[in-house]
């Protein structure tokens, strides 16, 4: 078996994609192995028996599960190649804390805000993302990256927002990022999907928002089958 890498994923999943990108910055070779979550394999299974979720990230065998903790290994198994974390240890902590923070704040709060239909619940959601999305518009002020001049743990980690979160957006019926409201945001979200590697794994628009419609059916039904 060697040290093989295999990555069990979904193209349109953004965790997965976060995970992509950073074996590619790294050169790493490995083979994709392309999940149906409506019927999920024995192999993600046996892989992640716990959140039976995508991505799993398998080295030489070993399954590793949660995207930015696969982040993290990869950035610790090949070291040498291509740094996505700064040397200085309070800049390392402060790109898993906001890269954390991202998940918890922006990633839940916008679709938090998608799946709720019309409202002054809805108007509040949506502001609650925005003030999320503020913070970061601090931590990229003065930096073409949020790494600097290249891209590194953090752009992967917030990476969704250029691409992603326009599709939860169209699906929710509504706008977060406006451009006049975050302009440092919007311009490195043009500039990170500017760069070649990045551009190319990216999935098509169509089918992100296909990706967001099924859970933001599925979860307006739980909604209204709740006492």
């Known amino acids: 078996m ?6 069990i ?6 965790p997965c ?18 999940e149906d979550l409506r019927n999920k394999s024995p192999l993600l299974l046996d892989s992640n028996p716990i959140h039976k979720k995508v991505p799993v990230l398998l080295h030489a065998g070993k399954p590793i599960v949660e995207s930015l903790v696969i982040l993290e290994y990869i950035e610790e198994t090949w ?10 240890p309070h800049e390392r902590a402060m790109a898993r804390f906001w890269a954390k923070f991202g998940d918890e704040k922006c990633v839940v709060g ?23 999305l503020a913070f970061l518009e601090k931590q990229i002020q003065g930096k073409k990256y949020f790494e600097g001049e290249q ?4 752009d992967l980690a917030v990476g969704w927002i250029p691409h992603w979160l326009k599709a939860l957006e169209e699906v929710g019926e509504m706008k977060i990022l406006d451009a006049g409201r975050f302009p440092l945001l919007h311009e490195w979200g043009q500039n990170f999907l500017e760069i070649p590697l990045i551009k190319e ?27």
């Open 110 to 132: 916008a679709f938090g805000a998608a799946w709720l239909t019309e409202g002054e619940e809805k108007n509040k959601a949506i502001e609650s993302a925005q003030e999320s």
């Open 2 to 7: 060697g040290d093989k890498v295999k990555l």
């Open 201 to 227: 794994s990216i999935p098509p628009r169509e089918k992100v928002v296909d990706y967001f419609n099924v859970g933001i059916s599925y979860m307006r039904s739980l909604a209204a089958n709740t006492p």
């Open 79 to 88: 070291k040498d190649k291509y740094p996505l974390l700064s040397e200085d």
């Open 9 to 14: 994923a979904t193209p349109e999943s953004l």
């Open 151 to 154: 891209i590194g743990f953090l």
């Open 17 to 34: 994609c976060r995970v992509e990108w950073a074996l590619k910055l790294k050169g790493v070779d490995y083979e994709y192995i392309e």
